[in-house]
Every structure is written in C-alpha cells, then in structure tokens.
C-alpha cells in the first residue's frame, strides 16, 4: 500500500513564499514521474509543475520563474517551492506520484491529501 502525505502549505501574503513538501511510503520499489496540481473553488484542477525521475522539469505558464518542483529520490519525497506568491496562487495543492508495481507489472497514479495554500493580505 502507497501513501503520500503532504505538509508545509498555509497563509501567506503577496510576495511571500512556501514550500509544502510531499514524502511517499509503504512498497514503493521506484518512482518515475511525479506532480503537483492545484484546485480553487469553482475551477478546475490544473497541472502546476511535473518530474521525472531523472529531473526534468515542467511547469504552467502561471508559475514559470516563481515555483521550483524538486525531489530527493533516497527519501521519496518532492518539493515545490513557491516564491513571489500571488492571490491567485490560492488553491488546494496535491502531489502525485506514478509509482511502478513490479508485483503486477504496472504504473499506478496516486495522490496526497491535498494542503490549503492561501496568499492574502
């Protein structure tokens, strides 16, 4: 059984910045890409940033030069770091992680809770 756990989101004002962490555990034998999505009330969830296993980058055009998507492969555990916050970066933030099966010869998609980030004055 997989689990990711998310931490680090809260209240910031304009300009500030965050950086929620994302630490996946339980039979994990490898990890390849894994993400960060966010929602705000009455949208849409969207694509915030991706990872590859060996670091290459992706990110929206809305947080290209703000946000940094990292990763620590020894400890199973993605980063984003959020800088030059603005109001309209408020959303529910959730990680994922496409993490191989070996058992059933697989790539299965899962997801964190999710961590409120909210940029206000």
């Known amino acids: 059984q997989v689990q990711l756990v998310e931490s680090g989101g809260g209240l910031v004002q304009p300009g500030g910045s965050l950086r929620p962490s994302c630490a996946a555990s339980?039979?994990?034998?490898?990890?390849?890409?894994m993400g960060w999505y966010r929602q705000a009330p009455g949208k849409q969830r969207e694509l915030v940033a991706t990872?590859?296993?060996?670091?290459?980058?992706n990110y929206a055009d809305s947080v290209k030069g703000r946000f940094t998507i990292s990763r620590d492969n020894a400890k199973n555990t993605e980063y984003l770091q959020m800088n030059s916050l603005k109001p309209e970066d408020t959303a529910v933030y959730y990680c994922?992680?496409?993490?191989?099966?070996?058992?059933?010869?697989?790539?299965?998609?899962?997801w964190g809770q999710g961590t409120q980030v909210t940029v206000s004055s």
């Open positions: 990872i590859t296993s060996g670091g290459w980058t």
């Open positions: 994922n992680a496409d993490v191989f099966l070996p058992r059933v010869g697989e790539l299965r998609t899962y």
């Open positions: 339980g039979s994990i034998f490898s990890i390849n890409a």
